[in-house]
């Protein structure tokens, strides 16, 4: 975590300083969870401005306050253009006093998951700096190169975005030795406004690499040849079910319910994973894991003993079960077009009665209906035998659906149309955007 006189950040920054010099620890930009002798920078956002909660954080244990124009407040302050970009800008310098190795990664789906797993991976050999939660905008990275551990052995970086020049922004002041994309689907559509513009800002990633980074690229999805080609002159290495890729995955056999075993191809040779994380876009995320272990030179052995040693991340693909023995497939955290498919494929190969829950997928912009639509026709090619839904949108998709389709004003409205629905012989798959709040579904089915 950063510590630091304050004059050293003014040079950083370039910032009118007022005040005396004093040493502070650590950066915060909520006056809420600011911490004892923090730099408080009081970021004018959307919706607030930091500027208004100044005597909060200083009551809250504030050392000093960035700000972009002088307060009368009893404690230092630095005044800057933009507090938004001095953060960044002191992020980046921060960053660079960091000599170990740094993964940065971005894309549409499987982010927070594929970071669990490069981190359990990296873990084996020593202590990892990583993305805490969805710190992962222009706020949230910014965080946490400022809370690293100059003493550890790596860091893992989870960046996201929803318009252009985003992640080109975070990834010039994270300067990644490793930049990986997970993949590009339809997400934040309103932002990226089509699938082409999503593969586009995603590949921003690749230019903050270092002179000797190394380019991942998921040669199974269908932008792989752009980000090839958008990294002339730089070493990248391949990741895929494809066996043309350097490498990849064969031999996926089911061992339980709860656990599969493939088997894995390398640079470096091949071994079998036995791995505890439930579906194929699971197993999508621990090859790409291992490709940045592969890039990184972890031996073998230690990529095989973090992936195997790997649980799911909460509300991401968890099973749960009810207290009528019915499984519940709690996949809340967040919902769009290409991870409702991979949910869908999973669930289609569960026995007995399969149950589909879902919420509004949210930032599609004018493709909203059409996606909504295909989810309906989807979960029926798929052979879902009852969709409840939730929101706006999704009336469109349970039309699409048809006969055994059911909408919903509210959640206790649900609830109540689901007593009785689900026990020993029935999977449930519970998913959409944040904005719809499912996980109140879950909660409610496990009570």
């Known amino acids: 975590m950063i510590t630091s006189k304050l004059s050293m950040v003014c040079k950083t920054l370039n910032a009118e300083f007022f005040g005396k010099d004093v040493q502070f620890t650590g950066v915060s930009i909520d006056s809420r969870t600011i911490n004892n002798n923090n730099l408080f920078f009081a970021i004018v956002g959307e919706n607030n401005d930091g500027h208004i909660f100044v005597e909060d954080a200083i009551k809250n244990g504030a050392a000093a306050i960035i700000v972009n124009r002088r307060l009368d407040i009893k404690i230092p302050q630095l005044i800057v253009k933009d507090t938004r970009i001095a953060l960044g800008e002191l992020a980046r310098d921060y960053r660079a006093q960091f000599k170990q190795p740094i993964i940065a990664l971005t894309g549409s789906c499987g982010k927070t998951t594929t970071k669990m797993l490069i981190t359990q991976i990296l873990k084996t050999l020593g202590s990892v700096n990583t993305t805490v939660g969805n710190l992962n905008n222009d706020y949230g990275v910014p965080l946490t190169l400022l809370s690293m551990d100059l003493q550890a052995k790596f ?32 997400v934040h559509l309103e932002g990226f406004k089509s699938i ?57 056999q089911t061992l339980t319910e709860n656990q599969s075993q493939f088997k894995l191809h390398t640079l470096q040779g091949e071994c079998e994973i036995q791995f505890n994380l439930l579906g194929e876009h699971n197993i999508r995320n621990a090859l790409a894991a291992a490709c940045a272990g592969i890039a990184l030179n972890i031996p073998l052995e230690k990529i095989k003993r973090g992936l195997e ?38 669930l289609s190969q569960k026995s007995g009665e399969r149950l589909l829950i879902v919420g509004d997928m949210g930032e599609l912009g004018d493709e909203s209906i059409y996606y909504h639509q295909e989810l309906g026709r989807q979960a029926k090619e798929y052979g879902i035998n009852k969709l409840y839904a939730i929101g706006e949108f999704t009336q469109h998709t349970v039309k699409s659906f048809g006969e055994q389709g059911f909408h919903f004003i509210d959640h206790n409205a649900m609830l109540k149309a689901l007593e009785q629905q689900v026990n020993k012989n029935t999977t449930v798959l519970v998913k959409g955007s944040r904005s719809a709040r499912m996980e109140r579904i879950v909660d409610a089915l496990l009570a």
């Open 155 to 186: 860091a893992v970086i989870e960046m996201g975005a929803n318009h252009p020049k985003e992640i080109a922004y975070l990834t010039h002041i994270v300067q990644p030795d490793v930049a990986m994309i997970t993949n590009a689907g339809p």
């Open 196 to 252: 082409q513009g999503v593969a586009e800002s995603k590949g921003e990633i690749y230019q903050g690499l270092n002179a000797n980074g190394i380019a991942l690229i998921n040669l199974d999805d269908k932008f792989s040849d752009y980000w090839i080609s958008i990294n002339v002159g730089t070493r990248y290495l391949t990741f895929g079910f494809n066996p043309s890729a350097d490498i990849y995955i064969s031999n996926i």
């Open 309 to 346: 040693s790997a649980v799911a991340v909460d509300k991401r693909f968890v099973e749960k079960i009810t207290k009528d023995g019915g499984k519940i497939i709690d996949d809340t955290y967040n919902a769009n077009p290409l991870a409702m498919e991979m949910a869908l494929k999973f």
